[in-house]
């Protein structure tokens, strides 16, 4: 029930496209969603979050979709470019759900925007 | 600003040896600690947390070890290291409010051979 399940593993996107990544989640505890960013070599970075008290939330390029009856939360990212290209990693937290004071971390994808 | 330090950047280990990395937090108090490791192309794996000095939690039974000696200190050790302990270990610090954001490290790449 921890579990944050994310699809696909990888995904190739042509420059200017849209790239989307799925995460699913069975746990109603969970109340926030971040998603993360990691870079060959790098330590994974915040790139945007949610609460379940939104349907979406957009950031510049980056956009998250949220279905609290699906337990579903997507990103979406528009005209994606070369410089997207990297790990991605969802994510989500309950804050007072037992020791789950961490994050629980999807199996992440890797995105490739060809230019 | 805060800023998390984590060292070596690479580290090449025999079968056997023991295994020390440190992680330091500038620039907040209290936080929550975190270990997880990445293998190659592989999800996070949340090894050990802390919410303050003295206080490790293991979320994985293995040949590891972590310690908080100091407030803004975090180790994970081995007495041991085995082939299975390769990967990419990263070190992570959370303010200890609930939805606070999670920041990593730049990542120690360990092979064991």
């Known amino acids: 029930q921890q579990q944050v399940k994310q699809s696909p593993q990888s995904l190739i996107v042509q420059k200017g496209g849209i790239s989307i990544i799925n995460c699913a989640y069975e746990?109603?505890?969970?109340?926030?969603f971040p998603w993360y960013q990691q870079f060959p070599g790098k330590g994974p970075a915040l790139l945007i979050a949610?609460?379940?008290?939104?349907s979406e939330k957009k950031e510049g390029r980056f956009t998250i979709s949220f279905n609290k009856s699906a337990k579903q939360f997507s990103l979406h990212i528009m005209d994606s470019q070369p410089g997207d290209s990297a790990t991605y990693f969802c994510?989500?937290?309950?804050?007072?759900?037992?020791?789950?004071?961490?994050?629980?971390f999807g199996s992440g994808t890797q995105l490739t925007v060809l230019p | 600003s805060q800023t998390i330090h984590q060292w070596p950047a690479t580290l090449v280990q025999p079968v056997g040896s023991p295994l020390s990395l440190e992680c330091t937090v500038e620039g907040t108090s209290n936080p929550n600690l975190y270990w997880y490791r990445q293998a190659a192309g592989r999800g996070l794996q949340l090894l050990f947390y802390?919410?303050?000095?003295?206080?490790i939690s293991s979320e994985v039974p293995q040949n590891l070890s972590a310690s908080r000696p100091q407030d803004r200190q975090f180790i994970l050790s081995s007495k041991k290291l085995l082939l299975s302990d390769s990967g990419f270990y990263l070190c992570?610090?959370?303010?200890?409010?609930?939805?606070?954001?999670?920041?990593f490290g730049s990542g120690t790449q360990l092979s064991v051979l």
């Open positions: 992570a610090w959370k303010a200890s409010a609930a939805f606070g954001k999670l920041f």
């Open positions: 746990n109603t505890a969970f109340d926030y």
């Open positions: 949610i609460r379940p008290d939104v």
């Open positions: 994510a989500a937290q309950a804050a007072f759900y037992g020791s789950a004071r961490q994050l629980t």
């Open positions: 802390s919410v303050g000095i003295g206080q």
